[in-house]
């Protein structure tokens, strides 16, 4: 039985919620560590997709929403995003002690309390829903959908997926935020603070990557709308650099055309494991980040192989990278980017020095901070009117 049993005299009855389970993504990676430090939590979810997550995760009882047994939903889930609140109603936990979400859509709004405020609620937030707050107009905005679509169908939607994020903040009791960039998106958004504790990465993975460094940078990164990819493409063709991009996404078609108009030389790598994206890291002159992140594993890994990162100085990315770590640039343009990498040229790098700053973002540092976040928030509620018991 877990460790949440030292908290009182019977073993409370903890239970994970996460938005989907399509892919091993930085939220799912934060799924599991929670997993690994409850491994008998049952797990709720609008969607599990067999064999796109790891063991860790799936270990368990998986409970999902209606939406799993949509068409094309496998491939095609984002389409339903008008249904999301919808299915989170279909699919709340009430049969706990204590739940912990990890949420950047609807995951935080899975919890049905009871008339005394149970089961206690922790979401540990990657964000509040970028796609229909700060970032609209990378997702549905006129450029992506079209001025009709944008305004008459993905706006009313946008409005209405924006009142339901808003009216289910009081399901949570404790909000903790992965870097200070979305705590103050949390602080702004829904008037409620919340603790930052940065997510788990895997630094050790890379911290055995012998540095061979070569004449090319590196992009590892979804190509989504909002990664700005095509920056990066436009500033190394500028530059007559040569790019190699890790990653897949809904871009990945667009940017090709991108890249052969622009007489860039960039291979598109595609998804990669964990083995050859280390030696990506150790071959790459630099990792390039022009994106707003709400933190950032990708600049993580890079510093932990010894591979310094040219970065926009904005989001989540000022809570892991220094100065000794990476060029941060702050024009949020091609032109930006071009100046940081011509800046980044005439830099040299303290390989030991961008190791050490990894290993302040360890999974061990990140159970550790969420173990004080439990004791912070349980031992009232545990020793005076919590139920006990055992996982169903």
């Known amino acids: 039985m877990d460790k949440l049993s030292?908290?009182?005299?019977?073993?409370?009855?903890?239970?994970?919620?996460?938005?989907?389970?399509?892919?091993?993504?930085?939220g799912e990676?934060?799924?599991?560590?929670?997993?690994?430090?409850?491994?008998?939590a049952p797990l709720w979810t609008l969607l599990y997709v067999p064999g796109t997550v790891s063991d860790t995760i799936t270990d368990r009882v998986i409970h999902t929403s209606p939406m799993q047994r949509l068409p094309w939903v496998r491939s095609k889930y984002r389409h339903y995003l008008p249904l999301f609140p919808l299915m989170?109603?279909?699919?709340?936990?009430?049969?706990?002690?204590?739940?912990i979400?990890?949420?950047?859509?609807?995951?935080?709004?899975?919890?049905?309390?009871?008339?005394?405020?149970?089961?206690?609620?922790?979401?540990?937030?990657?964000?509040?829903?970028?796609?229909?707050?700060?970032?609209?107009?990378?997702?549905?905005?006129?450029?992506?959908?079209?001025?009709?679509?944008?305004?008459?169908?993905?706006?009313?939607?946008a409005k209405m997926l924006q009142w339901y994020d808003l009216r289910t903040v009081n399901r949570v009791d404790k909000f903790v935020a992965n870097s200070r960039f979305v705590a103050e998106r949390v602080r702004r958004l829904y008037g409620r603070e919340a603790e930052v504790l940065p997510p788990p990465v895997d630094v050790q993975?890379?911290?055995?990557?012998?540095?061979?460094?070569?004449?090319?940078?590196?992009?590892?990164?979804?190509?989504?709308?909002?990664?700005?990819v095509d920056e990066?493409?436009?500033?190394?063709?500028?530059?007559?650099?040569?790019?190699?991009?890790?990653?897949?996404?809904?871009?990945?078609?667009?940017?090709?055309?991108?890249?052969?108009d622009r007489g860039g030389e960039v291979e598109f790598l595609g998804f990669v494991q964990d083995e050859e994206l280390a030696e990506w890291y150790g071959r790459?002159?630099?990792?390039?980040?022009?994106?707003?992140?709400?933190?950032?594993?990708?600049?993580?890994?890079?510093?932990?192989?010894?591979c310094p990162v040219v970065a926009l100085k904005q989001g989540g990315i000022l809570d892991s990278m220094t100065d000794r770590?990476?060029?941060?640039?702050?024009?949020?343009?091609?032109e930006g980017l071009v100046q940081a990498i011509r800046d980044f040229e005439l830099r040299s790098f303290d390989e030991r020095e961008l190791r050490r700053r990894a290993a302040q973002f360890t999974p061990e540092r990140f159970l550790a901070g969420f173990e004080e976040i439990l004791a912070e928030v349980l031992p009232g509620m545990a020793l005076r009117d919590l139920a006990f018991g055992t996982y169903n």
């Open 325 to 334: 770590t990476a060029v941060l640039y702050s024009e949020e343009s091609v």
């Open 205 to 228: 993975r890379f911290a055995r990557v012998t540095r061979s460094p070569e004449d090319w940078y590196l992009m590892v990164t979804a190509l989504a709308p909002y990664k700005r």
């Open 29 to 40: 990676k934060v799924l599991e560590q929670l997993c690994k430090r409850f491994p008998e």
């Open 232 to 260: 990066a493409i436009c500033a190394c063709a500028a530059l007559g650099r040569k790019l190699k991009i890790v990653g897949s996404g809904p871009e990945r078609k667009r940017l090709q055309v991108l890249a052969r």
């Open 101 to 157: 979400s990890s949420s950047h859509a609807v995951a935080k709004a899975m919890v049905k309390k009871d008339e005394g405020g149970r089961p206690l609620h922790i979401c540990y937030i990657h964000t509040p829903m970028r796609y229909v707050w700060d970032r609209f107009d990378d997702y549905f905005g006129p450029r992506k959908v079209g001025t009709i679509l944008s305004s008459s169908v993905f706006r009313p939607v």
């Open 284 to 306: 790459a002159k630099g990792l390039l980040f022009p994106g707003i992140e709400d933190f950032g594993i990708a600049p993580v890994e890079a510093i932990a192989a010894g």
């Open 6 to 26: 030292s908290y009182g005299s019977q073993p409370l009855r903890v239970t994970l919620v996460h938005d989907w389970l399509t892919g091993m993504r930085g």
């Open 88 to 99: 989170a109603e279909l699919t709340r936990v009430s049969d706990a002690d204590v739940v």
